[in-house]
């Protein structure tokens, strides 16, 4: 019986579909990083491997500026981290003509896919109901793994199909409409939501 509670939830099913969103947006250039920093940003193989290194340890910058600012501002935090991952991938082509540009853009890229994560898991957890936490939390993570699958079928596409310079734009496109999806659908539901929980918890109290 609770998978069907879960589905009716709308506000975490708006949260597993923004993660399927941005995991598409996301692995859409993450999957084809490596040959993008080689071929377009032109870089020698051992500073792509510096790189990827920098794009990973970047995770470390994006859990310090989840305990420092998520709680004070989830909404502005969420979409800065959802738009900040779709700016990235847009500004990949632009910043490939400067190597110290181009590593910026993945330092920042990673901090805000790591926030991402954490944000959105601390979500599923806050609108699930406490009974089934652990069944929302192993969706949110088969949610996020079919948006890697679907991001690196469509960077294969882009670059089987264009090239591989343009897996930022195309990237880029699924994290605006990721964006837009937050702002015009998801945060309304999860304000409607707190609002419910809020009055349900004032008439408990009297």
């Not at 051992?46 to 970047?58: H, I, K, M, N, Y």
């Not at 490939?96 to 920042?108: D, K, P, Q, S």
């Not at 304000?191 to 008439?203: G, H, V």
Request: hydrophobic content about 50%; proline content about 2%.
């Amino acid at each position: 019986m609770k998978l069907p509670i879960l589905l009716y939830n709308k506000v975490l099913v708006g949260v597993f579909v923004m993660s399927v969103l941005f995991a598409t947006a996301h692995y859409t250039g993450y999957s084809y990083i490596e040959p993008f920093l080689g071929r377009i940003a032109n870089m020698p193989q051992d500073v792509v491997t510096a790189t990827l290194v920098f794009f990973g340890a970047s995770g470390i910058l994006g859990s310090i500026a989840f305990s420092k600012y998520y709680m004070s501002n989830r909404y502005r935090f969420i979409f800065v981290v959802i738009f900040g991952t779709a700016l990235s991938l847009i500004l990949m082509q632009v910043a490939a003509f400067c190597m110290f540009t181009m590593i910026l853009v993945c330092i920042f890229w990673g901090a805000m896919a790591t926030a991402f994560n954490i944000a959105f898991q601390d979500n599923t957890i806050r609108f699930a109901p406490k009974e089934a936490t652990s069944i929302a939390m192993s969706i949110f993570s088969g949610i996020f793994n079919l948006g890697i699958g679907c991001g690196a079928y469509i960077g294969g596409l882009v670059v089987s199909n264009t090239s591989v310079s343009y897996i930022g734009y195309a990237g880029g496109f699924i994290g605006i409409l990721a964006s837009l999806y937050c702002a015009l659908r998801l945060f309304p539901n999860m304000r409607r939501r707190e609002r419910q929980l809020s009055t349900s918890q004032s008439a408990d109290s009297l």
